[in-house]
């Protein structure tokens, strides 16, 4: 469903979406975590979900309880590459650029995997975000794998791809995990 519609729904339709959500994220997260234990990695980009993404914070404990460092992205300049600061569960969160959370103080992290939420996504492994280009900027700086996350709801037909789009290594929804690169 569209941004603008998602935020128009009454309070009754979004209880029920809500509830739905709960009941597939639970079934993304295991999916999600199949994923991150076979990238073998220690230090996860991720992010604090807002305006209705998959909910990954109890998966984010889970992952530092296990040793892995995690690191939250902020907005450094506009149409530029994200910086990420650590987290751990006990640290204070900050409201920062877009309404996004980012851990305060901020020690800076450099992830060698990156989580992050789709609007919408294609089989060919490109996503839809917001708008702004930040993870695309990300992924061109770095070149991080990315496993994108959705629910197999927010698949779309293929699209044109912007020259600045970069596809996902992967992208994990609550029935399959997608290997694309």
């Given at each position: 469903?569209?941004?603008a519609?998602?935020?128009?729904a009454?309070?009754?339709?979004?209880a029920?979406?809500?509830?739905?959500?709960?009941?597939?994220?639970?079934?993304?997260?295991?999916?999600?975590?199949?994923?991150?234990?076979?990238?073998?990695?220690?230090a996860?980009g991720?992010y604090?979900?807002?305006?209705?993404?998959?909910?990954?914070?109890?998966?984010?404990r889970?992952?530092?309880?296990?040793?892995?460092?995690?690191?939250?992205?902020?907005?450094?300049?506009?149409?530029?590459?994200?910086?990420?600061?650590?987290?751990?569960?006990?640290?204070?969160?900050?409201?920062?650029?877009?309404?996004?959370?980012?851990?305060?103080?901020?020690?800076?992290?450099?992830?060698?995997?990156?989580?992050?939420?789709c609007?919408?996504?294609?089989?060919?492994?490109?996503?839809?975000?917001?708008?702004?280009?930040?993870?695309?900027?990300?992924?061109?700086?770095?070149?991080?794998p990315a496993?994108?996350?959705?629910?197999?709801a927010?698949?779309?037909?293929?699209f044109?791809?912007a020259?600045?789009?970069?596809p996902?290594?992967?992208?994990?929804?609550?029935?399959?995990?997608?290997?694309?690169?």
């Amino acid at each position: 469903m569209p941004r603008a519609q998602r935020d128009a729904a009454d309070a009754a339709i979004r209880a029920r979406v809500d509830a739905l959500v709960d009941e597939l994220a639970g079934a993304l997260v295991d999916q999600l975590d199949g994923a991150v234990d076979a990238a073998s990695t220690s230090a996860l980009g991720v992010y604090w979900p807002v305006r209705g993404e998959p909910d990954l914070r109890e998966s984010m404990r889970r992952w530092h309880a296990a040793g892995r460092a995690l690191g939250l992205p902020r907005v450094v300049a506009p149409r530029s590459a994200l910086a990420f600061g650590r987290w751990t569960p006990e640290w204070e969160l900050r409201e920062a650029v877009f309404g996004v959370p980012v851990p305060e103080p901020f020690e800076r992290l450099q992830p060698t995997l990156l989580i992050l939420p789709c609007v919408g996504f294609d089989a060919r492994g490109y996503r839809l975000g917001y708008g702004g280009g930040y993870y695309d900027c990300t992924l061109a700086a770095r070149s991080l794998p990315a496993i994108g996350v959705a629910y197999d709801a927010c698949e779309i037909g293929t699209f044109v791809a912007a020259a600045h789009d970069r596809p996902l290594s992967a992208i994990v929804t609550e029935t399959r995990t997608i290997v694309l690169a």
